[in-house]
DNA sequence: CGGGTTACCTGACGGC
DNA sequence: TGCCGTCAGGTAACCC
């Protein structure tokens, strides 16, 4: 489900939600084998706990209190989302509940389970196995930049558009943004990573950051089932160019946008625009 | 090590 | 209506 965008936008909607920072009276754990195993430990390490902030480490949430960070990925299908505990809003794919002091529970929810929970002790966040080995931050312009971007590419084999997906090199593009940005860029995704010149690093760095922060503004895409955490859809798939358009004319050009698979996932870009 | 493929899991959708 | 194949926004474990 959520690239960058829309992790940030669960995100921000989680921080204004919990700005009260609200004590965590109880955890319920329904299902731990989710893609690994949650902790069996986290109710107990996190009851009593009050929540300070939420903060994104490339598609990481991280749920700060004093004694424990709730570390979450949503996978493909994860949602936190807010419900009353007094109403019932249960899903037979609600595998944990945060219930809060202000009387709202706070439920992660993932049917495909690809999603995960942990628990980092404050201060070690940096030394996670999930978080050690991540790349820079594609809004972070002192890190990702086209400097950076052209040496990492020098002699990879592989197509530029598995390149900007891999998270080690930058963290945050998925599938969606990964055509998106190519296509503003005006790269092909076949093109080997390796035969991007300078110019067309310093056009993909910018075109990855512009799509990103259009895309947040907009609160995400919605394509199937992604929803902040208040159930609401993000805008920004009426802006993509050639996501899913495959068929159809480019906005630009009017030529028929084409797809085929790269590196195991659909892929969209012009012919004509994209070089 | 780099690069490609597969597996993990459930649900939605289209074709028959 | 129901069955089957295909596909889905991510990641890591495999293989060569």
């Known amino acids: 489900m959520p ?24 955890v319920k754990l329904m299902r731990g084998d ?13 009851k009593g706990q009050r929540i300070l902030g939420v903060r994104r480490r490339a598609k990481y949430l991280l749920i700060d209190t004093p004694k424990a960070i709730l570390l979450s990925h949503l996978g493909m299908t994860g ?9 019932s809003d249960a899903d037979k ?32 966040e940096e030394e996670h196995p999930r978080l050690k080995s991540l790349g ?11 400097g950076y971007l052209f040496k990492k590419s020098r002699k990879r084999h592989v197509a530029v558009k598995a390149f900007i997906m891999d998270q080690k090199i930058v963290v945050g593009v998925g599938n969606i943004y990964a055509s998106e940005a190519l296509f503003r860029a005006r790269v ?9 010149s300078q110019l067309d690093c310093e056009r993909l760095v910018a075109a990855i950051h512009t799509v990103l922060s259009e895309a947040i503004v907009a609160g995400g895409s919605s394509i ?52």
């Open 3 to 26: 690239e960058l965008p829309e992790v940030e936008t669960v995100r921000s909607g989680l921080e204004k939600q919990l700005s009260e920072h609200p004590t965590i009276t109880s």
């Open 34 to 46: 989710i893609r690994f195993e949650i902790p069996p430990e986290l109710p107990v390490r996190l």
């Open 79 to 87: 949602s936190w989302r807010f419900t009353d505990a007094k109403v």
């Open 93 to 124: 794919h609600d595998h944990c509940y945060i219930e809060l002091s202000d009387g709202r529970r706070l439920a992660f929810r993932d049917p495909r389970r690809f999603g995960m929970l942990d628990l980092v002790e404050p201060g070690r």
């Open 136 to 146: 820079p931050e594609p809004l972070d312009s002192e890190h990702f930049n086209a």
């Open 188 to 196: 092909r995704p076949q093109r080997l990573a390796g035969r991007l």
């Open 224 to 275: 199937r089932d992604y929803r902040n955490a208040s159930g609401e859809s993000g805008a920004f798939q009426s802006s993509h160019q050639v996501y899913e358009r495959g068929g159809d004319p480019c906005r630009i050009c009017g030529a028929t946008i084409r797809s085929k698979v790269i590196g195991g996932r659909s892929t969209y870009w012009c012919p004509s625009c994209q070089k």
